[in-house]
């Protein structure tokens, strides 16, 4: 048995030294590291779950109040929550409320805001095979989120990335229907590119990264989006995506203009950065399907025309403004804030109409 075992690991740490990934992210694992991979069976696979915060004491207790419940099996456990908080809001101690109630929530509090990427990177650095990361401005669906956007790295090693399928919340402000109208037409998009294992689904909201990919890079801290850069380094260390459609966790989309605009500055920021930084393995996955596009825009806006036209003239705008002005990424871009305002009655009529999710 012994000898077996010992088999076992030589041949992942062969396999995985032998890895063709570029330089900065391939590089030979440890044996501790390689106990951390999910391999199938029945072993117990630890997950920690990770939230970037930055003054959100108006969410932190929903969000923890769902996580805390939320199921494991007995191949899956949750056995750390971590914050990592950079807030002035009283968010912080919020979180230590809660860790007074559960050991496995703790926080990691900084007095100066270090960014998304940082968070990120912080939070990959602690124990657990797999790392969950989840927005605090959104709600699971129900309690076995975390359990269904995991279970596919336990039958599937390979697998480097499980992505989620977050779920806007329809409301009837103008701009928010025109946020909630590109949000349909690109949910539309994202889900039909590659069966959804593509880089549109990887973000933020909801993501789980395997150690193998998670303690193999880092995050500059200049990289406009953090959870597309490390959609791409999966790529480039040669594991699978996978698009997870029941891992649904509901959202705020944008409300105001104001907030519209900084979300589609960022979005051109990202894409141009992604080009640079990654070359043709980018250019060849941003590039959505022209008929696609056109067919889930026309779709939506013979449902919404109006909402149609604004976005159509808001998105070439900003388009323009970004060709014109070339705007720099910031480490610490703007908050979009009226994201932030859950409301618990649409959150409730959403879960029993989720055709459009």
């Given at each position: 048995m012994?000898?077996?075992?010992?088999?076992?690991?030589?041949?992942?740490?062969?396999?995985?030294?032998?890895?063709?990934?570029?330089?900065?992210?391939?590089?030979?694992?440890?044996?501790?590291?390689?106990?951390?991979?999910?391999?199938?069976?029945?072993?117990?696979?630890?997950?920690t779950i990770g939230i970037a915060t930055f003054n959100e004491a108006q969410n932190i207790s929903n969000i923890l109040g769902a996580l805390?419940?939320?199921?494991?099996?007995?191949?899956?456990?949750?056995?750390?929550?971590?914050?990592?908080?950079?807030?002035?809001?009283?968010?912080?101690?919020?979180?230590?409320?809660?860790?007074?109630?559960?050991?496995?929530?703790?926080?990691l509090h900084h007095s100066t805001r270090q960014g998304y990427n940082a968070a990120l990177n912080e939070i990959f650095e602690q124990r657990g095979r797999v790392s969950v990361i989840i927005d605090a401005d959104v709600l699971p669906?129900?309690?076995?989120?975390?359990?269904?956007?995991?279970?596919?790295?336990?039958?599937?090693?390979?697998?480097?990335?499980?992505?989620?399928?977050?779920?806007?919340?329809?409301?009837?402000?103008?701009?928010?229907?025109?946020?909630?109208?590109?949000y349909t037409v690109w949910n539309e998009v994202?889900?039909?590119?590659?069966?959804?294992?593509?880089?549109l689904t990887v973000n933020g909201r909801i993501f789980a990264v395997s150690s193998v990919v998670s303690r193999r890079m880092k995050i500059p801290i200049g990289v406009v989006g953090g959870d597309a850069y490390t959609y791409f380094s999966c790529i480039k260390l040669n594991r699978?995506?996978?698009?997870?459609p029941d891992a649904t966790v509901y959202y705020q989309e944008t409300q105001t203009l104001h907030d519209f605009l900084i979300r589609r500055l960022r979005y051109e920021q990202n894409i141009a950065q992604l080009i640079r930084m990654f070359?043709?393995?980018?250019?060849?996955?941003?590039?959505?399907?022209?008929?696609?596009?056109?067919?889930?825009?026309?779709?939506?806006?013979?449902?919404d025309p109006l909402s149609l036209f604004i976005a159509?003239?808001?998105t070439m705008l900003s388009k323009l403004h970004y060709r014109a002005a070339k705007t720099a990424p910031h480490r610490h871009f703007a908050i979009a804030t009226s994201t932030k305002r859950l409301d618990s009655e649409l959150i409730a009529?959403?879960?029993?109409?989720?055709?459009?999710?």
């Open positions: 012994k000898e077996q075992y010992q088999d076992s690991i030589g041949k992942k740490k062969d396999a995985l030294n032998s890895c063709q990934g570029p330089s900065g992210f391939c590089r030979s694992l440890s044996l501790a590291e390689i106990l951390f991979i999910p391999r199938g069976g029945t072993e117990l696979v630890d997950v805390v419940t939320q199921k494991g099996n007995d191949e899956i456990k949750i056995v750390s929550i971590i914050v990592s908080d950079d807030s002035s809001d009283g968010t912080e101690r919020l979180v230590k409320k809660w860790a007074s109630r559960d050991s496995r929530i703790r926080v669906a129900d309690d076995k989120v975390i359990l269904r956007l995991v279970s596919p790295m336990i039958r599937d090693h390979n697998i480097g990335i499980c992505a989620g399928a977050p779920c806007a919340l329809e409301t009837k402000k103008l701009m928010g229907r025109v946020a909630y109208f590109t994202r889900r039909r590119m590659k069966g959804g294992s593509n880089f699978k995506v996978q698009f997870v070359g043709n393995l980018a250019k060849s996955e941003v590039a959505v399907p022209r008929g696609l596009l056109f067919r889930s825009t026309l779709k939506e806006g013979l449902r159509t003239t808001l009529r959403t879960r029993q109409i989720t055709v459009r999710c």
